[in-house]
């Protein structure tokens, strides 16, 4: 007798209600139950997963604090329109237009939203890098490195820490060692200083939240950040900026684009 992967790692521990969201919320962010469309009734997700109405409203009401479903008690409970945000990062790269928003941020800032996307910059230091950081920028551990930290938030709510990181020799003396908002943004600075970007590199994990991120983010509950560590090079492979992104996991899903090499 073959066992199913299920089967062989054994139940799940998770509470029903946490099973029961977990559920929903893989329905909603794919597209199952759509922007504006009414959740199950109590009665149908009683009889759909043998649960309690006391379990069902624990488990809608995780939905609801995780900002993925509207409605009060004796109403219907919908899915909440443009919760899930859909993030192309080869856009990063692109230099703003003289007198506009960054790319990145015009693009957060999308019809149906109730406010634009907005950049808080949190700290501009000289900080040792660790791990995988430094591996990125090429160099050795607890080197200095210019960082420039930065909160993101769109329609009033945080929605990803932004820590950048660069090589000391290029941003000192610079407006990247500067506490203040960078016009155009680092491409634009980056390619005026004569290192222009010309090749970026994601890496992408879930991870558990560590407590500034869960702070900062406001996050709802115990549920996974996506982390994207990026190096952009410049000429001659030299790294020129390496950054951190943190993103609430349940809010976001990374889109790439690739052609086939002929």
Known sequence: ????????????????????????????????????????????LKARFDASNATIQKAVQLLKDEGLALGRAGSAVTVRDTRQRTVRPAGSLTPAVDGAAYPWLAEASEPGRTGPAHSTLLA???????????????????????????????????????????????????????????????????TELGFPPRRSVDRLSARVATQEQYTALRLPGDLPVLRTLRTVYGDEERPIEVTVMVKAGHLYELRYEFTPEA
């Open 1 to 44: 007798m073959t066992l199913s992967s299920s089967e062989a790692a054994g139940p799940d521990p998770r509470p029903l209600h946490a099973r029961i969201a977990a559920d929903l919320r893989d329905e909603i962010m794919s597209g199952g139950l759509p922007p504006g469309s009414k959740l199950p009734s109590t009665a149908q």
């Open 124 to 190: 501009v230091e000289e900080v040792p890098v660790v791990g995988d950081v430094a591996a990125a920028l090429g160099l050795p551990e607890d080197s200095p490195a210019v960082c420039r930290r930065q909160l993101i938030s769109i329609d009033g709510e945080p929605a990803e820490l932004v820590s950048s990181y660069y090589p000391p020799d290029l941003a000192r003396g610079t407006a990247l060692a500067e506490p203040r908002r960078i016009r155009g943004g680092t491409p634009t600075l980056l």
